[in-house]
């Protein structure tokens, strides 16, 4: 028999173990204030080979749920879209919100591997609304620039001319920034130029950007790309297959 100060140890032992881990199914009872005792009599029939073994079971128990749970998808609550430019069906039954960078590489690389495929199969039949909102980081010095100048565009030209001069921005920004090109693009597509240059200088479109970021820092975006979709928080320059997971899930229960 083992002396008290061993029991006592063991009861100690065992009971926080089981309390952290949620495995008092292996003993076959509920805990409560007044289940030490109730337990001392398994204790003192274990071997100490046993009372290891479930001591391990326990902590093996706790680690998995940690492992879970850190696994586990972030999802934020809210609208995140704002007033910003929507590309697809805004009625669809899935939103995917991108927190970006025109700058950003990995934004790039998003844009030139994996948003044709959503747009092929989500957006382009409805079954997502995309909107892009603007994350520049500040040692990416033509990222601010450059969505001003979008938002610019979209504020005369609307949501298509919008996505339209995201696209050439992304598409042109691996050479460097050209505002030049960029404006006489945006005039093509109906954008008056002297309104151009002056909504390029106005404050409101700078807090506009400021706003945007707030809300991605709100969400829980540090860095670009960062994605909620329907909330659910992605982050990085995610393959295809991760967000077609998350969509169909989301479809399903729509």
Same mark, same amino acid.
């Given at each position: ?8 140890? +063991? ?5 926080? /173990? ?34 290891? %073994? ?10 998995? +749920? ?31 919100? %991108? ?19 959503? +747009? %092929? ?35 005369? /030209? ?44 106005? %404050?409101?479109? /700078?807090?506009?950007?400021? /706003? ?43």
């Amino acid at each position: 028999m083992m002396d008290n100060n061993i029991k006592e140890l +063991k009861n100690a032992i065992v009971f926080a /173990a089981l309390i952290i881990s949620g495995s008092l199914i292996y003993f076959g009872m509920q805990y409560n204030s007044s289940s030490t005792s109730a337990a001392s009599p398994i204790i003192d029939s274990m071997t100490d080979e046993e009372f290891n %073994e479930k001591i391990a079971e326990g902590i093996d128990a706790y680690i998995a +749920k940690q492992i879970e749970e850190k696994n586990a998808p972030k999802v934020v609550e809210g609208d995140f879209t704002d007033d910003d430019a929507i590309l697809g069906d805004p009625d669809a039954p899935v939103t995917i919100v %991108e927190f970006s960078d025109f700058q950003c590489p990995y934004c790039v690389r998003f844009y030139e591997d994996t948003l044709p495929e959503l +747009k %092929e199969k989500y957006i382009d039949t409805g079954k997502v609304k995309f909107v892009y909102r603007d994350f520049p980081l500040s040692f990416h010095k033509a990222a601010t620039p450059a969505a001003i100048l979008a938002e610019c565009t979209a504020e005369q /030209a609307g949501d298509e001319a919008y996505y339209k001069i995201h696209d050439k921005i992304f598409d042109t920004i691996s050479s460097g920034y050209d505002e030049d090109a960029l404006i006489a693009y945006a005039v093509e597509l109906g954008v008056d130029e002297n309104e151009l240059k002056t909504c390029l200088e106005d %404050e409101d479109m /700078a807090a506009e950007i400021r /706003a945007d970021i707030k809300d991605g820092q709100s969400a829980g975006i540090s860095g670009t790309p960062g994605f909620l979709v329907n909330g659910q928080v992605l982050s990085g320059a995610q393959p295809f297959s991760a967000f077609e997971s998350i969509i169909e899930n989301e479809l399903s229960n729509s």
